[in-house]
């Protein structure tokens, strides 16, 4: 797997405001996350608002106390993502 990739997996911005992007070391994360409200599992984008880097998570556990979007919230909210061209990282 990519190092990049494997650095930007162990980002968790929802836990910890304070982190940094591996691929600039700039403290600007952002990320969108949606999920099954049932089953606290989705998937995630995550991204830096400065260097435009960022991965998709396909799959993951929402950890608990991190607030996220249902799919239905999501569908009919459809501009809660980035509102450029992120340059996502391949695993
Ligand atoms: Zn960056």
């Given at each position: 797997m990519?190092?990049?990739?494997?650095?930007?997996?162990k980002v968790q911005p929802?836990?910890?405001?304070e982190c940094?992007?591996?691929s600039c070391l700039s403290k600007k994360i952002e990320y969108y996350l949606v999920g099954d409200?049932?089953?606290n599992v989705g998937w995630c984008l995550m991204?830096?608002?400065?260097?435009?880097?960022g991965i998709h998570i396909s799959?993951?556990?929402i950890p608990k106390?991190?607030?996220?979007?249902?799919?239905e919230e999501s569908v009919s909210?459809?501009?809660?993502?980035?509102?450029?061209?992120?340059?996502?990282v391949q695993p």
């Open positions: 990519n190092e990049l990739f494997k650095s930007w997996l929802w836990s910890n405001s940094e992007c591996p409200k049932n089953t991204w830096c608002s400065s260097c435009k880097d799959r993951m556990k106390g991190v607030d996220y979007e249902s799919f909210n459809n501009n809660s993502g980035p509102q450029y061209q992120i340059n996502l």
